[in-house]
């Protein structure tokens, strides 16, 4: 069983919104933070957002802050990532991944080595 499975991406002209969505099964169900990731051609897996699945508590990246909201369903187990007004360099594979640290430790993690799943990523093609 796959534990994360994401849906959602696509092709959109710069300016335009995406909403990606990320489902959890198996021991994901037991994540104490989400977060999304992307991967340009030729670049490194950069941190995009992420959230504490306790209280909603996220965290974004630079780049794509007043821009992208992630949030959490607890009923159905799923993340997403609403993007707006995008930008070409928003371009890439997008991944979601889930960490099992023990639940006290409530920093958001933002580098790739802190989660332990991850889905097999979606495509997000931004054109201008």
């Known amino acids: 069983q796959v534990p994360l499975v994401e849906s959602g991406g696509g092709s959109v002209q710069a300016g335009g919104s995406l909403r990606l969505s990320c489902a959890a099964s198996?021991?994901?169900?037991?994540?104490?933070?989400m977060g999304w990731f992307r991967q340009a051609p030729g670049k490194e897996r950069e941190f995009v957002a992420a959230i504490r699945w306790s209280d909603g508590y996220t965290r974004y990246a630079d780049s794509v802050k007043g821009r992208f909201t992630v949030s959490r369903d607890n009923a159905k187990n799923t993340v997403s990532l609403q993007m707006n007004s995008l930008k070409v360099e928003d371009t890439g594979v997008y991944y979601c991944?889930?960490?099992?640290?023990?639940?006290?430790?409530?920093?958001?993690?933002?580098?790739?080595?802190?989660?332990?799943?991850w889905g097999q990523g979606t495509q997000v093609t931004v054109s201008s």
């Open positions: 991944a889930a960490d099992h640290r023990p639940f006290f430790i409530m920093t958001v993690p933002d580098t790739a080595n802190e989660y332990d799943d």
């Open positions: 198996g021991r994901t169900l037991s994540r104490n933070h």
